[in-house]
């Protein structure tokens, strides 16, 4: 077992494709980090196995931020910040109607205990391969457009590292050990500005002409633990 760098950035997205939340201490669960990824609209008229509304249809949505609270019962609760400056529940008729009418789309809230992921529960990816990224495409440095809940500052090794970790194990600070199951296959949403929606083509041109389409990896919590940003990252051997 090595140490192949620390943590430098922890996040989660309570809301499918809808802005992240920046966090400096996190426990893995065998479900992902609490509450990432919980809640999805879903296009009620859509038949295919991905039917999610994403900032793919409507990069609007990335000007949504979810933030998860503690009611004073104890309840965890999920509130959205609309860009005009709205505060709704998750679950109201408002929101929803807002995002009907700027998408067109008929749509309904989905609640997902286990999380509403494309591939599995953690995505990684090294800020030596978001700095890369950011050279050849021209663009500013952002871990933002990748949507991670880890990024690991290397301690040695260079950008696209992480790709050769696949079929390894990673052991975050003492308890917590992630399976990293395969390589992150980007797509559109990179090219999106994570603040504005705006979008850079050349980001997701690079990245699919340079590195065959691969930036970052995903993985599956084999043993739950507490991570916090700063914690080593090892690599089982």
């Known amino acids: 077992m090595h140490c192949v760098g620390t943590i430098r950035q922890l996040a989660r997205y309570p809301v499918k494709s809808m802005r992240g939340e920046a966090l400096s201490v996190t426990t893995l669960t065998l479900q992902g980090i609490p509450e990432d990824r919980r809640y999805a ?16 249809q409507l990069p609007e949505l990335l000007r949504y931020k979810p933030a998860v609270e503690e009611e004073s019962s104890g309840e965890i609760v999920v509130a959205v910040t609309t860009p005009s400056g709205a505060k709704w529940p998750i679950d109201s008729e408002e929101l929803r109607r807002e995002i009907e009418a700027r998408s067109g789309r008929t749509l309904y809230l989905l609640r997902n205990g286990r999380g509403s992921y494309d591939a599995a529960p953690i995505s990684v990816i090294s800020r030596q391969t978001i700095a890369r990224i950011a050279a050849e495409s021209g663009t500013e440095e952002n871990a933002w457009r990748f949507r991670p809940n880890l990024v690991v500052d290397l301690q040695d090794g260079g950008a696209f590292e992480e790709l050769s970790w696949v079929g390894g194990t990673l052991r975050v600070a003492d308890a917590a050990r992630i399976a990293i199951i395969k390589v992150d296959q980007r797509c559109v949403i990179i090219t999106l500005d994570p603040e504005s929606g705006e979008p850079s083509p050349g980001i997701l041109r690079c990245v699919v002409q340079n590195h065959d389409n691969c930036a970052g990896v995903y993985g599956t919590v084999l043993t739950p633990g507490e991570v916090r940003i700063g914690d080593p990252v090892w690599l089982e051997t």
Do not use: G, I
């Open 41 to 56: 609209f879903v296009q009620a008229a859509s038949r295919t196995d991905f039917p999610w509304l994403t900032a793919r």
